[in-house]
C-alpha cells in the first residue's frame, strides 16, 4: 500500500482522489503475497539436505514452486535435468507426517553416464533408471528407521518404492507401482 501511495504522490495525485477499489486493486496486483493474519504461526520450513553436494535448501510446504531442479542435480557430472515436480512435495510430506525438519538426499538426478559407471562397479542401480529421467529421489530422515520410512512410502501409492536397509534410505520414483528391497 505504501508503494502505491508514493507513485501515486510522484504521479501528483492525492490518496483521497484515488478510488477505493483501485487501491485494493493495486495492492492485489503484488507479486508478494498477503501477509499472514496477526497471530497465526507460520508454516515451519523443511530442510533438503544433498549428502553428496553438503548444500542446504530450506523448502516452504506452503509454496513448492521453488525451482529444485540444480539442487538436485547429479554430483558426479554436475548436470541438472527438468525433474519431476511431484518429487519434492514426496520428501516434505514425509517429513511433515514424521514430524521432523530435515530430509537428507541421497540421489535425485543421475546422469546417463555416472549411472553406466555405478553399474559397472556393481552397484544395484537399474539399466534405464527413473533417476536417469529425473523421476527419482533417494532419501532418509535421520531419527526414523529405514522400515518405517519404507511404510510410509508404499502407503504413498505414488510410484515405485525400494527400501535399502544396509544404506539406510528409501527409494521413491514417479514410475508405476512397484515395491522391492536392496542393500
Excluded at 506452503?62 to 540444480?70: G, K, P, R
Amino acid at each position: 500500500m505504501r508503494v502505491v501511495a508514493v507513485l501515486l504522490a510522484l504521479a501528483g495525485i492525492g490518496h483521497a482522489e484515488v478510488a477505493k477499489k483501485d487501491r485494493e486493486a493495486a495492492t492485489k496486483s503484488s507479486k508478494h503475497p498477503a501477509p499472514p493474519a496477526p497471530g497465526t504461526r507460520p508454516v515451519p520450513l523443511v530442510n533438503l539436505f544433498n549428502e553428496h553436494t553438503h548444500e542446504w535448501l530450506a523448502v516452504d510446504p506452503a509454496a513448492l514452486a521453488a525451482n529444485t531442479d540444480h539442487f538436485l542435480r547429479d554430483h558426479y557430472t554436475n548436470k541438472a535435468i527438468a525433474m519431476d515436480p511431484r518429487l519434492v512435495p514426496i520428501v516434505v510430506a514425509a517429513a511433515q507426517h514424521f514430524k521432523i525438519d530435515t530430509v537428507t538426499i541421497v540421489s535425485a538426478f543421475r546422469h546417463p553416464k555416472f549411472n553406466l559407471i555405478l553399474r559397472k562397479k556393481g552397484h544395484q542401480v537399474a539399466r534405464d533408471s527413473e533417476h536417469t529421467h529425473g523421476n527419482a529421489i533417494d532419501f532418509f530422515l535421520a531419527t526414523i528407521p529405514t522400515p518405517q520410512l519404507d511404510a510410509w512410502a508404499r502407503a504413498q501409492k505414488k510410484g515405485g518404492v525400494g527400501i535399502y536397509l544396509q544404506s539406510g534410505f528409501v527409494h521413491m520414483d514417479t514410475g508405476p507401482l512397484r515395491h522391492w528391497s536392496g542393500d
